[in-house]
């Protein structure tokens, strides 16, 4: 194998404004000087894992513009194979961010380049993910590109086992059966479960021990819920552990989910057991929410092992 992980996802350009209050219906107010940051939860994870020393390789789709140009930039830099990384097609995905005083955010996105993901073109990218051990998506590219992947994957190739499917379910959408029944594991935050979890009593219990036990009764392999500054849980059939989080002065969690599960999926591709590997993750969410920015704040193995 070439590649611990090939993350399929998004890449989006960040435009962030911070404004004194977000306007109301036909008002115009005035913000703060425009941030460009590279984001998208795919790009993010390509990132965090290539930072941490992760052989990975992202398949993504940018439009033939500077935005485009900015995040094929930002994933070289921090070290991830970007023969994958799709050029043209619609502009490249944007993320309008207003920021108010006490931190709350509204976004606007536009999924430009990133609805275009086909499972064509995830067909034509055989190579990538037969090279790779794990494949690591998220649900901001097309539902039946994401499904397309599964079902590589889960063919294989020429005899030999596709890669390991980890999945972040967000944004939120019902997930088709074969797609849950690949994952391994299922990734999700507080809102991620309620939300698969709607239809039953149990999506609105507070133990997230239920909602784990629950999730994995509808077929996945194994099902990690992340918990913020609690740490994460993992349910795998066996048993289900919670992993506390290292404690941190948390800065601006921007991203930590990201990290977090680009972390988990290249730890699980260089053959830790999914509780070894959530204990490593765990502690770059940490790192990460203890500087700001999304990819800015991801860490180096030195950092993590630092905390
Ligand atoms: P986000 O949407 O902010 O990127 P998320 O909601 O998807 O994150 P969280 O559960 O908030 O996911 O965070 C993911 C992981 O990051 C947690 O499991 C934990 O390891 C770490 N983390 C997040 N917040 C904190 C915190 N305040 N203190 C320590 N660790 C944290």
Redesign the pocket.
């Known amino acids: 194998h070439d590649y611990d992980l090939l993350v399929v996802g998004s890449a989006n350009a960040d435009l962030v404004i911070g404004v004194d209050r977000r306007p109301g219906a036909g008002e115009t107010v005035l913000g703060s000087d425009l941030a460009v940051h590279p984001g998208g939860k795919g790009a993010n994870q390509a990132v965090a894992a290539a930072r941490l020393g992760a052989r990975t390789a992202l398949l993504a789709r940018v439009g033939d513009d500077d935005y485009g140009r900015l995040l094929l930039d930002s994933q070289a830099k921090a070290g991830v194979d970007t023969v994958g990384v799709l050029v043209g097609g619609a502009p490249t995905g944007v993320a309008l961010i207003t920021v108010d005083p006490s931190g709350d955010n509204s976004i606007v996105v536009s999924q430009g380049a990133n609805a275009r993901l086909t499972p064509e073109d995830v067909r034509a990218a055989a190579s990538l993910l037969a090279a790779a051990r794990v494949v690591s998506l998220q649900l901001e590219i097309p539902l039946e590109t994401v499904a397309e992947v599964v079902r590589a994957a889960g063919a294989g190739f020429g005899g030999r086992p596709g890669p390991r499917v980890v999945l ?1 379910p ?1 944004p939120t959408a019902p997930l088709p059966t074969d797609v849950l029944a690949a994952c391994d594991p299922l990734v999700v ?3 991620e479960a309620r939300f698969l979890l709607s239809d039953a009593p149990v999506g609105s219990s507070d133990d997230p021990e239920e909602w784990a036990d629950a999730l994995l009764s509808r077929g996945p392999r194994s099902v990690v819920v ?7 849980l993992v349910a795998d059939g066996d048993r289900t552990v919670l992993v506390p ?4 002065t ?1 800065v601006d ?8 599960t680009g972390a988990l999926a290249w730890r699980l591709g260089v053959g830790d057991d999914l509780p070894t590997a959530v204990r490593f ?6 790192a ?2 203890t500087r700001a920015g999304a990819q800015a704040s991801f860490p180096s193995t030195e950092e993590v092992a630092a905390l």
């Open positions: 972040n967000s935050n507080e809102h992340t918990l913020g500054a609690e740490g994460a989080s290292p404690a941190v948390a969690t921007t991203g930590a989910g990201d990290a977090f993750a765990v502690r770059v969410g940490a990460a929410v």
